[in-house]
Nanobody, 120 residues
Framework: QVHLVENGGGLVRPGGSLRLSCAAS????????MVWHRQAPGNRREEVAL???????TYDDSVKGRFTIFRDNAKNTVYLQMNDLRPDDTAVYYC??????????????WGRGTQVTVSS
């Protein structure tokens, strides 16, 4: 099993910043895409940002220019730098990754999520 563990959530005032991290562990041969999603109460889970193997990135329009996704392949870790946070960024943030295990099987894993609350 490939496990993902998120860290870095918390309470921040509007305009503040947080950095989330997500570390993958287990029998990993290669991680392809690593993705951050979020889900606010009463809303569907939505994709926030994605980074591919070569470092290509995509962002939801709502976070472009404020959030940055980056990864450390040596540590199997992905980060989400969140600046200029707004109350509507409040959600549980989930990490998702897929790739190949060391036994050659494809994997897709999810973390348990970390709460981000933006409030004055």
């Amino acid at each position: 099993q490939v496990h993902l563990v998120e860290n870095g959530g918390g309470l921040v005032r509007p305009g503040g910043s947080l950095r989330l991290s997500c570390a993958a562990s287990g029998p990993i041969f290669r991680i392809n895409a690593m993705v951050w999603h979020r889900q606010a109460p009463g809303n569907r889970r939505e994709e926030v940002a994605l980074i591919g193997t070569g470092g290509t990135t995509t962002y939801d329009d709502s976070v472009k220019g404020r959030f940055t996704i980056f990864r450390d392949n040596a540590k199997n870790t992905v980060y989400l730098q969140m600046n200029d946070l707004r109350p509507d960024d409040t959600a549980v943030y989930y990490c998702n990754a897929h790739g190949l295990r060391s036994d050659g099987e494809i994997f897709e894993s999810w973390g348990r999520g970390t709460q981000v609350t933006v409030s004055s």
